[in-house]
């Protein structure tokens, strides 16, 4: 079955490290995205990409880096920039970018719920 | 301000009631999905709208582009229904996300 695989469920990360989220699709969709969940308040995007090699600064940017090297594949790395990283981070997919939007078009990962002890 | 608005915020039902959510938008939209949210965190698209009217199942989902307003209702709410249900605006160029509706359905 086509999907979206975030892994993993839950990580845990001591103050002043690096750690990276991965996101594996397989629905052979152009775009991908990170979103960042924090309690009452609603999804915010961190970086997008519409194509291999080439992604953008979402409205949260600030303290992570991505890389698209693979259409399949979507990686987020949480730097020691970022003050605040505890969160539930989701990974999107949807087909040809934000302007197509099938009734599946747009398909969630399980999330990945980050803590910095 | 955000710029999608849901109401209400939580909800609890008892089995087999009617349940509404609502959500209000202030951007011109291309489409607005009404996702929902597992305990877990995984979310699914449950509807992607631009107009009118769309049914699956027991959910149903309507809107009103003239009054930037869409309404998520489930008939005869079972236990399992028990989520967030989070209402999400695309402008065309980015999705905008509401802060989600905690249902939670008492058998």
């Known amino acids: 079955d086509g999907g979206i695989t975030q892994s993993p469920k839950y990580l845990f990360r001591k103050e002043g490290q690096n750690v990276t989220l991965s996101c594996e699709q397989n629905l052979n969709h152009d775009a991908m995205y990170w979103y960042r969940q924090d309690p009452g308040q609603g999804l915010r995007l961190i970086y997008y990409s519409q194509i291999v090699n080439d992604f953008q600064k979402g409205d949260i940017a600030e303290g992570y880096s991505v890389s698209r090297e693979k259409k399949e594949s979507f990686p987020l790395t949480v730097t020691s920039a970022q003050k605040n990283p505890t969160a539930f981070y989701l990974c999107?997919?949807?087909?040809?970018?934000?302007?197509?939007?099938?009734?599946?078009?747009?398909?969630f990962g399980s999330g990945t719920r980050l803590t910095v002890v | 301000k955000n710029e999608v608005e849901q109401s209400p915020q939580n909800l609890t039902a008892q089995e087999g009631e009617f349940i509404t959510i609502n959500c209000s938008y202030s951007v011109g939209i291309s489409a607005l999905h009404w996702l929902q949210q597992h305990p877990g965190g995984g979310i699914v698209s449950l509807f992607m709208?631009?107009?009118g009217k769309k049914k699956h199942g027991r959910l149903i989902a309507t809107i009103n582009i003239q009054e930037k307003h869409s309404s998520l209702h489930i008939t005869a709410s079972h236990p399992r229904d028990s989520a967030v249900y989070i209402c999400a605006v695309h402008d065309g160029n980015q999705f905008y996300f509401g802060t989600g509706t905690s249902l939670t359905v008492i058998p």
């Open positions: 999107a997919s949807s087909i040809e970018g934000s302007d197509t939007l099938g009734y599946y078009g747009y398909t």
């Open positions: 709208l631009s107009s």
